[in-house]
């Protein structure tokens, strides 16, 4: 492993590297004075750093010599009408939330015009694996997610890239595409980090009121209720290091009826549903069983079984369901609103 502090000294003001020339410089630079030998370990991001961003760098500083840590809120992943302008920016404090981890870290935060030509004209689009879940529902939003970490493999060239798992639909339409195009990375999928009372972290919490925050409990509470054992929890990073895989359901109750099995998903997934329909702050936007591999729908030689959700949460979310009526249509598109993602991943009893 590297000498301590020596990323460091070459990243030491509190300054992220902003172009990749210069990011390829000091990686070129690093190896030749430390082995070429040295692994790169990627944890891309989008910045607004939490605990669960830092998981993913210590787990990165564990495995990999290097590691470089990407901050760039990328535009072609969102749609017209979602949150690209309001979206968290803390570069400084990020930087800072970097060197709590680690001080093997190097910073990268290109602007837009560093990563895409004005005139530019390739992507990266992902097939099948898009058509469901929150492919489905963010029109374009993979093709962006595969294109920027394309060119994140590019420029890192990394050994190894490490996902959060509470994006899952992601992981997978990663691992597919470094496989169909043959980069040579490993993706490494970590667990999600959650908040001592069962929020999986995200940098969109930060848009939500304490009652909301409140509100949005129903997420995990809807998978561990449903599963029959109640999701553990990580409240701080150290907490997580204790174990790592606190954040897994991976065990069940006594309940038959709680065990998942290929006869009982459609009644899981409804008692998912009842219970976020409950509260009167959320909104269901999808709340689907597939398996992990194919996102497709399980079968027989299904090992492994995605549960995931995404569910608005917002005040007025409650106020238009009190006002809804027959005849009075609800403008979902105009109520402020978050929306959130959980899943959870269970293996099928053979």
């Not at 301590?4 to 990011?23: C, P, Q, R």
């Not at 963010?138 to 490490?162: M, S």
């Not at 959650?194 to 995990?220: C, I, Q």
């Amino acid at each position: 492993m590297v000498n301590k502090g020596t990323i460091a000294d070459l990243n030491n003001d509190v300054k992220a590297i902003k172009t990749v020339g210069e990011l390829r410089e000091v990686i070129h630079t690093l190896k030749e004075k430390l082995g070429l030998d040295m692994s790169v370990g990627l944890v891309p991001t989008m910045g607004a750093l939490h605990a669960g961003h830092q998981s993913l760098i210590l787990e990165a500083s564990k495995e990999c010599d290097i590691v470089v840590v990407s901050d760039f809120v990328n535009p072609i992943q969102f749609g017209p009408n979602e949150d690209y302008e309001n979206y968290p920016r803390q570069l400084k404090k990020d930087i800072q939330a970097v060197q709590q981890v680690t001080d093997r870290a190097i910073v990268f935060a290109p602007e837009v015009k560093e990563m895409y030509f004005d005139n530019e004209s390739t992507r990266i689009v992902p097939k099948d694996l898009t058509n469901v879940l929150c492919g489905s529902r963010r029109p374009g939003h993979f093709e962006g997610v595969c294109t920027v970490v394309g060119k994140l493999f590019n420029i890192v060239r990394p050994d190894k890239a490490f996902f959060g798992m509470k994006d899952a639909q992601q992981v997978a339409v990663i691992k597919r595409m470094v496989r169909d195009l043959n980069f040579p990375v490993e993706i490494v999928p970590c667990p999600i980090i959650r908040d001592k009372k069962g929020l999986a972290l995200s940098s969109r919490n930060s848009y939500l009121t304490p009652v909301e925050k409140n509100a949005a409990l129903v997420l995990s509470r809807s998978l561990s209720e449903s599963l029959g054992d109640p999701i553990e929890n990580a409240e701080s990073l150290q907490d997580s290091n204790t174990d790592p895989e606190a954040t897994e359901i991976d065990q069940y109750n006594d309940d038959e009826n709680s065990v998942l099995t290929l006869d009982n998903l459609g009644n899981i997934k409804q008692r998912i549903c009842d219970i976020i329909n409950s509260e009167p702050m959320a909104k269901i936007d999808y709340v689907e069983v597939v398996d992990f591999e194919t996102l497709a729908e399980p079968n027989s030689k299904t090992k492994e079984v995605l549960i995931a959700l995404a569910v608005f949460v917002g005040e007025e979310i409650k106020s238009a369901k009190e006002q809804q009526s027959a005849e009075n249509e609800i403008d979902w598109g105009s109520i402020k609103k978050t929306r959130l993602i959980d899943n959870v991943l269970v293996e099928l009893p053979d």
